[in-house]
């Protein structure tokens, strides 16, 4: 039941007192590695660039010699994964706005080729038009490069709408897993619980509890907001 689901998004959910350790594991990342089959992982809070380097190329070759990978063909790769222009390679590293250090912090460890990507407290450090840029990159990740990614983040409400799956922790004890819908099927244990609830998911339940409104658990609120016109 407790388990990542593989190229997918999952994301983590869990009560405001847990610190996230575990029984069996010393942290979040253990836990994570004992649930995926493919143990292939890069946690990208531990990925460390040193983005106080003279250009952005030399931040790419740092950290490709680092991981001993090298050569220009990376290089082309990681600026084609991050969708950086080709003269992003000459600027200043340290002038990056936040969304494009992300993507550049993507790219770098795609071409490690991870199976399973964790990503840890990035949503602190985007403003919404940047927020939206990593939303696409996020679903692109999935889509196009099979890759399972794990969100342990908690800003819930801005990552409930790219998830696909959920992992509900309580007291270090995992008591919802699976697709994201479960959490409107389980809304009074969450509450009971103490666990932060999604917005979208407190809205669906005071509409569906005080109208008449036929609707369908919608990730967009203009989708959830033409549900209750149809039903005027």
């Given at each position: 039941?407790?388990?990542?689901?593989?190229?997918?998004?999952?994301?983590?959910?869990?009560?405001?007192?847990?610190?996230?350790?575990?029984?069996?594991?010393?942290?979040?990342?253990?836990?994570?590695?004992?649930?995926?089959?493919?143990?292939?992982?890069?946690?990208?809070?531990?990925?460390?660039?040193?983005?106080?380097?003279?250009?952005?190329?030399?931040?790419?070759?740092?950290?490709?010699?680092?991981?001993?990978?090298?050569?220009?063909?990376?290089?082309?790769?990681?600026?084609?994964?991050?969708?950086?222009?080709?003269?992003?390679?000459?600027?200043?590293?340290?002038?990056?706005?936040?969304?494009?250090?992300?993507?550049?912090?993507?790219?770098?460890?795609?071409?490690?080729?991870?199976?399973?990507?964790i990503i840890k407290n990035i949503s602190c450090f985007l403003d919404n038009k940047s927020r939206?840029?990593?939303?696409?990159?996020?679903?692109?990740?999935?889509?196009?490069?099979?890759?399972?990614?794990?969100?342990?983040?908690?800003?819930?409400?801005?990552?409930?709408?790219?998830s696909d799956n959920v992992l509900v922790i309580d007291n270090s004890e995992v008591i919802i897993?699976?697709?994201?819908?479960?959490?409107?099927?389980?809304?009074?244990?969450?509450?009971?619980?103490?666990?932060?609830?999604?917005?979208?998911?407190?809205?669906?339940?005071?509409?569906?509890?005080?109208?008449?409104?036929?609707?369908?658990?919608?990730?967009?609120?203009?989708?959830?907001?033409?549900?209750?016109?149809?039903?005027?």
């Open positions: 039941m407790d388990k990542i689901v593989q190229d997918k998004i999952t994301m983590i959910i869990s009560d405001y007192n847990t610190n996230l350790e575990f029984s069996d594991s010393h942290n979040i990342y253990e836990f994570i590695e004992k649930k995926v089959v493919k143990k292939n992982i890069v946690v990208i809070d531990n990925i460390k660039i040193d983005f106080y380097e003279l250009s952005v190329l030399d931040v790419i070759n740092k950290f490709l010699t680092k991981y001993n990978v090298r050569g220009k063909k990376f290089v082309d790769k990681v600026l084609k994964l991050s969708t950086l222009p080709v003269d992003y390679l000459n600027k200043d590293p340290f002038l990056l706005k936040e969304s494009e250090k992300f993507k550049l912090l993507l790219a770098l460890v795609l071409a490690l080729n991870p199976k399973v990507i939206d840029e990593v939303m696409f990159t996020l679903k692109k990740l999935k889509r196009e490069y099979d890759k399972t990614i794990v969100i342990v983040d908690n800003d819930i409400d801005y990552f409930y709408t790219v897993s699976g697709k994201k819908n479960l959490l409107f099927d389980n809304y009074s244990l969450l509450k009971r619980k103490k666990i932060p609830i999604p917005v979208h998911i407190e809205f669906i339940k005071y509409v569906k509890d005080n109208t008449d409104a036929d609707m369908l658990i919608r990730d967009d609120v203009k989708d959830i907001m033409k549900d209750i016109y149809r039903s005027l």
